[in-house]
């Protein structure tokens, strides 16, 4: 069982956004594993053990991704990729991280692909599906529950609180949803062994792939921050006078109820 | 003349307003708006489309599309694609349009801007404005090579009214194979009927909530006023509440019209979820809880006393 990770390394949720000339402020930001694809990791390692198999982590990034990569090794990954794409792609979208993701998997033997379902930076959930399409595969996005019985597999997907139970077969595109597993902490002798695993550096020229036909199809022209919100009114008095008061706001003033 | 193609979508046999507020974003950038509506006994609902901002409604129906999948789908779809030939592309920001919209993306070489909030200029000028970190900051974005597409994120955009448009309907036959996903079993859990991320009002609880019958009193709340519960991540984390209801950068980015935040004490990774909601109430026992700095109104008290006495409230308002 081929089993690849798609990775991306995100910003800690606690982090708050600050701007420096248009751009995020990265300096001294905390990074972690993006929480959705922390879940895509544990479910591969818990298919790999039950059906033996190689899990495979890949990243689009700079070598500061090495860092969440070297995690994932630790908690049990037994290969890490990271595609440096920086020196020939600028401001990559969607369209191009999916291109050169594809491209890199198109050439290896995949039974199962798992990613988490959004990333929460960017927040829209397009690369793994754009991969699954480009590698001409099937795919279930925000699974809960993945069971494989050969190369039949179930899988349970949340769809706005709703459950689907979905038949289909590897290979397969699957993302991970909150609920599908309790992903793990890398143990102490999970880290040293880390250190050791293969990590492999790939760029565009390695893949055979041309930078002109994976310029962005999109351009972020502008970032700003929400503007900062006015203190709002602390209600006072006896409670049953605060909760009339409240209700009132609410009509009256505010008019949602 | 520009060209848009938009899929609308009916949940539990009704239209979503999501639907409405793409068609009405798709007339912001084109000039010609056909709609699709896909699936199994939709073609009742063409009609109103027609009346609400669509020019022409093509209605695909095969008991194979009674659940969405996106082979299904997107073969419909990219039938419609070559006979409607459009500038620009819409979905609604749904489980299905997140789903599908990528798919659509991919075989068409083409950006997609995802959750999108509002929208500026008009045809190939439009810029979009869409949330990142969860709403912690925002972008610009424009198009700068092939077609334009995008999702929107509902309850942001203004529908139009009915009598806006006076389109046709024309039903269409597609040519549907090889569906690699097969949808089983479908079991409804959703609470009360409101999805969150298209709920107007939300009444959300945290650790404050203290056990999953404390939410009784929330979902009470909810009920009165049409809207739906959800929680934080603590309140999930202590399995107070399904994973499905959790608000957050983990979990739902919801923009409703009045946001109850009930013993939520107002982690920055919350509060990336919930922020944009138009009206925010903070009830929580301590007064120097984080959530009370982005709240527009704050009750310092135990959930449990104010909550039902705001319920009581309401229902004598709502009375009169």
Redesign the interface.
Same mark, same amino acid.
């Given at each position: 069982m081929e089993i690849y990770v798609l990775l991306k390394r995100t910003f800690d949720t606690e982090e708050a956004i600050q701007l420096e000339n248009g751009q995020i402020e990265e300096d001294g930001a905390e990074f972690i594993i993006n929480p959705y694809d922390e879940y895509a990791v544990e479910e591969a390692i818990r298919v790999r053990d039950a059906q033996s198999g190689t899990v495979t982590v890949v990243t689009v990034g700079p070598e500061d991704a090495d860092k969440e990569l070297r995690t994932a090794l630790a908690m049990g990954a037994d290969q890490a990729v990271r595609i440096s794409i920086e020196d020939d792609i600028e401001e990559a979208d969607h369209y191009s991280i999916s291109e050169v993701l594809a491209g890199y998997l198109k050439e290896q033997t995949v039974d199962l692909i798992i990613a988490g379902n959004v990333a929460v930076d960017g927040g829209s959930g397009q690369v793994a599906p754009r991969v699954a399409e480009l590698l001409d595969i099937p795919y279930v996005t925000t699974i809960t529950k993945l069971e494989l019985n050969g190369t039949d597999a179930v899988v349970t997907r949340d769809s706005e609180g709703d459950t689907e139970v979905i038949k289909t077969s590897l290979p397969l595109l699957v993302t991970a949803q909150q609920g599908l597993n309790e992903p793990r902490y890398p143990s102490l002798p999970g880290i040293m062994k880390a250190k050791k695993k293969p990590l492999e550096e790939l760029e565009l020229s390695d893949l055979e792939l041309d930078e002109d036909e994976l310029a962005p199809r999109l351009e972020t022209v502008e970032r700003f921050l929400p503007p900062n919100k006015a203190a709002g009114k602390i209600l006072e008095g006896d409670l049953s006078t605060q909760v009339q008061e409240l209700a009132s706001l609410l009509r009256n003033e505010a008019k949602v109820v | 003349m520009s060209k848009a193609l938009v899929l609308a979508e009916s949940r539990d046999g009704n239209l979503r307003n999501v639907s409405f507020e793409a068609i009405a974003a798709a007339n912001l950038v084109a000039d010609e708006v056909v709609v699709a509506l896909i699936g199994q006994n939709v073609a009742a609902d063409a009609a109103q489309l027609a009346t609400r901002g669509a020019h022409q409604v093509l209605v695909v129906e095969d008991e194979r599309l009674q659940?969405y999948?996106?082979?299904g789908y997107g073969q419909v779809f990219m039938q419609l694609l070559d006979r409607v030939a459009p500038d620009v592309i819409v979905f609604g920001h749904?489980?299905?349009g997140?789903?599908l919209?990528?798919?659509i993306?991919?075989?068409l070489?083409?950006?997609?801007?995802?959750?999108v909030t509002s929208i500026e200029g008009s045809g190939a000028d439009a810029?979009f404005i869409r949330?990142?970190?969860?709403?912690?900051?925002?972008?610009?974005?424009?198009?700068? @090579?092939?077609k334009t597409l995008f999702t929107v994120r509902p309850n942001n955009i203004e529908p139009l009214a009915e009598g806006s448009s006076e389109g046709t309907v024309e039903s269409v036959t597609v040519e549907l194979k090889d569906l690699?996903?097969?949808?089983? @079993?479908?079991?409804?859990?959703?609470?009360g009927g409101v999805?969150?991320?298209e709920a107007?009002?939300i009444v959300a609880g945290g650790r404050g909530v203290k056990s999953s019958d404390g939410f009784a009193p929330l979902q009470e709340l909810a009920d009165l006023?049409g809207g739906a519960v959800g929680a934080s991540r603590g309140a999930?984390d202590a399995d107070y509440c399904?994973?499905?209801l959790?608000i957050?950068?983990?979990?739902k980015?919801v923009t409703p019209?009045?946001y109850i935040a009930c013993g939520i004490s107002g982690?920055?990774?919350h509060l990336?979820g919930m922020?944009?909601a138009?009206?925010?109430?903070?009830i929580n026992k301590d007064?120097e809880a984080n959530i009370?700095s982005?709240?527009?109104?704050?009750?310092?008290?135990d959930l449990f006393?104010?909550v039902p006495?705001?319920t009581a409230?309401?229902k004598k308002?709502?009375v009169h």
């Open positions: - | 659940h999948t996106p082979d749904t489980s299905l997140k789903d919209s990528p798919k993306a991919a075989k070489q083409a950006g997609l801007i995802s959750d810029s949330p990142i970190y969860s709403g912690k900051a925002f972008e610009k974005v424009k198009v700068s @090579e092939g690699r996903t097969i949808v089983s @079993e479908v079991v409804r859990k959703a609470t999805d969150l991320s107007k009002v006023l999930c399904d994973y499905a959790q957050g950068q983990t979990g980015v019209d009045l982690a920055i990774q990336a922020s944009n138009k009206v925010i109430v903070a007064p009370f982005v709240a527009d109104y704050g009750i310092v008290g006393d104010v006495l705001l409230e309401f308002m709502l």
